[in-house]
């Protein structure tokens, strides 16, 4: 694995240690090709031709925690939890379990030992993770509009962010919903136009 590569792994592993060693892989790839954006206040706005975009972070007051896992009381496939209270849950169920993390990292090279003690580590740090929402985290989305001329076309979206993500994430997201959006402003304009040629037609026909 070349350095640079590296280096961006480890800073998604830091920033995400509840995902697995696959997904942030292909994270660090995509995010050393990224474009940049300037994020001020939760928003960042660009143009590309004649539309002009604008991206802002919103929190997510439907945050769906299944992919990190869930506190329970049920023992199967779970983990203690040390620090509980009497009245919690005393357990957690990651869903990426410590032999999917196993897995991702002896693909990457690691050799035995260390993946069994990284794997076993992610799933505590998934376990303080969980227990931290709230508190340090929260979720997120990022929505973009599109506009032309000052006319909003078009928007798309993305829920379901760590709030404490890096921010070239939540750049790639902005540009992902900004290709989406673009179409579909495209695809507007075009209707527009064309619904414009034939009223021109029609009252051309009736002079």
């Not at 292909?26 to 604008?54: C, P, V, Y």
Request: charged share 35%; with cysteine; proline share 2%.
């Amino acid at each position: 694995m070349k350095p640079s590569l590296l280096k961006a792994y480890r800073a998604m592993r830091a920033a995400h240690p509840c995902l697995n060693a696959a997904t942030l892989l292909h994270w660090a790839r995509t995010t050393m090709k990224a474009k940049t954006l300037d994020w001020s206040d939760n928003r960042a706005q660009w143009k590309e031709g004649k539309f002009t975009f604008i991206a802002t972070r919103e929190d997510d007051d439907d945050a769906d925690l299944s992919w990190i896992g869930k506190l329970t009381d049920d023992p199967d496939g779970a983990i203690k939890r040390h620090n509980a209270g009497s009245n919690e849950y005393q357990y957690f169920k990651p869903t990426n379990s410590y032999r999917e993390h196993y897995k991702g990292l002896r693909k990457l090279k690691y050799g035995r030992a260390e993946a069994d003690r990284l794997a076993r580590s992610y799933v505590q740090q998934d376990m303080r993770r969980m227990e931290r929402y709230g508190e340090s985290w929260t979720m997120t989305g990022v929505r973009v509009r599109c506009y032309a001329k000052g006319i909003e076309l078009a928007s798309a979206s993305l829920w379901g962010i760590e709030s404490d993500s890096e921010e070239s994430y939540f750049t790639e997201v902005a540009l992902e919903n900004a290709h989406e959006a673009k179409r579909e402003a495209e695809k507007k304009i075009e209707l527009m136009e064309s619904l414009a040629r034939v009223q021109r037609a029609v009252t051309k026909k009736g002079r």
